[in-house]
């Protein structure tokens, strides 16, 4: 598993030990990105949450591109050994990021909306969309956030709180961009 664009382009990173982890693969992350970069323009500066984060490997991915900070939240012990491992041999500035041990769905009101959301749940659980519906009554979603939803690609999803801006198959995954109704 490699970074694919930004500052650490080509980087390896380390996935947590066992099987209650499935990292995003690297096509899957690079045709997600392509898919926000088409729609933000930009990473820098961004303030973005990785939830349900594994590896980290999508946070980080942000934060290679410019992103200002990243939230990791990830409740697995070795992944969370395992994010702090991939942000230590990148050397991340430690102001630019947190990492949270804990569920996502036990997560309280938000400071502010972040820019970006990342969510890649375990497939087949309907956690994201229980997660983003949660997350946008405590204020962690606002009109200008961007949400990218990784689930199995047979996997339906429906929402109360987000549209469906965008979704696209890649391999056994499905991609899903959301946003707040206008």
């Avoid at 973005?48 to 409740?75: K, P, T």
């Amino acid at each position: 598993m490699r970074i694919v664009a930004g500052d650490w382009r080509g980087r390896k990173l380390v996935a947590p030990k066992g099987e209650t982890t499935r990292p995003t693969a690297d096509r899957t992350r690079e045709t997600l990105f392509n898919m926000l970069a088409s729609r933000l323009g930009s990473f820098e500066g961004l303030s973005v949450a990785d939830l349900f984060a594994g590896s980290g490997a999508l946070g980080i991915e942000a934060l290679s591109r410019g992103a200002a900070h990243c939230l990791f939240v990830e409740q697995e012990r070795s992944a969370v050994d395992a994010i702090r491992a991939n942000l230590t041999s990148l050397k991340v500035d430690r102001t630019r990021f947190a990492v949270q041990a804990g569920s996502v769905l036990s997560l309280g009101p938000a400071k502010a909306p972040h820019d970006l959301i990342l969510l890649d749940p375990p497939y087949h659980t309907g956690a994201g969309a229980v997660a983003i519906d949660r997350l946008a009554r405590l204020g962690w979603i606002g009109p200008a956030t961007w949400i990218a939803l990784e689930t199995a690609a047979d996997e339906e999803a429906s929402f109360k709180a987000v549209d469906i801006a965008a979704e696209r198959k890649v391999g056994k995954a499905m991609l899903r961009l959301l946003r707040l109704p206008d």
